[in-house]
């Protein structure tokens, strides 16, 4: 299997794809076998995984709590312990949950979740025709966003209220988890409400406050995209009923 199947194949499974794309993969998945095949394989490779983070952890909670010497008992108390152990062990299971649910939906790890680049955009069309806009857009779409900023920072510098540049170079810091930089590049569009990145704009702006820690912001951005018709709302929906 090919990275960029394997990649995709985990994106869906972690519900990191568009809904389009989600769809599309769908429909491929419902007449390829083998795909279909691949795709179960590594549902159970994760579940596994996240069963023996859950073990691991109640072993350390254990360590930690209950690690000291075991005391002299009495016969009558010998009797009570496998129920004590029973509860103990229950207690363990909910504190154990109770944690590895509150950090799967925390906001830096929804912004985890959740976060994929926007597609970048075709570097043969006529506005493209800046070379240098084209070599950082080769470079983004290779996953190089520190080489992709490089390329347009000069182009930004000359032009700062450019919405494509602006969107662009916000996705690229986000991508490098410079949130404050994210911010305030994605700011400027969305702001502007006649970009045709405003939405988009909007989506990757909360993703931002999430990934810094601030999900008060967040949630306002999230409200208004559950009140639109765009590819985010479900999303959004999603994302505001896990936020504590």
């Known amino acids: 299997m090919d990275e960029l199947l394997f990649e995709k194949i985990e994106a869906y ?3 990191q794809l568009t809904p389009e794309e989600r769809e599309l993969f769908e429909a491929n998945l419902a007449e390829n076998e083998e795909l279909a095949a691949e795709v179960t394989l590594q ?4 579940h596994s995984i996240e069963t023996e983070s859950l073990r691991q952890l109640l072993e350390q909670i254990h360590e930690e709590n ?11 108390r010998q009797r009570f312990l496998p129920y004590m152990a029973v509860a103990a ?18 906001p830096t790890a929804l912004y985890s979740a959740y976060f994929s680049p926007a597609a970048g955009l075709p570097t043969t069309l006529s506005y493209t025709r ?7 857009m080769i470079s983004y779409k290779l996953g190089d966003y520190a080489e992709a900023r490089e390329w347009w920072q000069p182009l930004l510098e000359a ?13 690229a810091s986000l991508a490098e988890e410079q949130a404050d930089l994210a911010i305030e590049y994605l700011n400027k569009v969305e702001e502007n409400t006649l970009s045709v990145y405003h939405i988009d704009a909007q989506w990757y702006l909360a993703l931002a406050y999430l990934q810094n820690e601030q999900p008060a912001k967040a949630k306002e951005i999230l409200s208004s995209l559950t009140e639109k018709e765009s590819a985010y709302r479900e999303e959004s929906q999603e994302i505001l009923s896990k936020l504590q």
């Not at 549902?43 to 994760?46: D, K, M, R, Y």
């Not at 062990?89 to 925390?106: D, H, K, N």
């Not at 800046?130 to 950082?136: D, L, R, V």
């Open 13 to 15: 499974l972690q519900g």
């Open 43 to 46: 549902q159970e490779l994760i």
């Open 66 to 76: 209950f690690a000291e010497e075991t005391p002299v008992v009495s016969i009558q």
């Open 89 to 106: 062990s229950l207690s363990l299971l909910v504190i154990g949950w109770w944690y590895f649910t509150s950090q799967q939906s925390s």
């Open 130 to 136: 800046n070379a240098q806009f084209s070599e950082g």
């Open 159 to 171: 032009d700062p209220e450019n919405d494509t540049l602006n969107f662009y170079v916000g996705i």
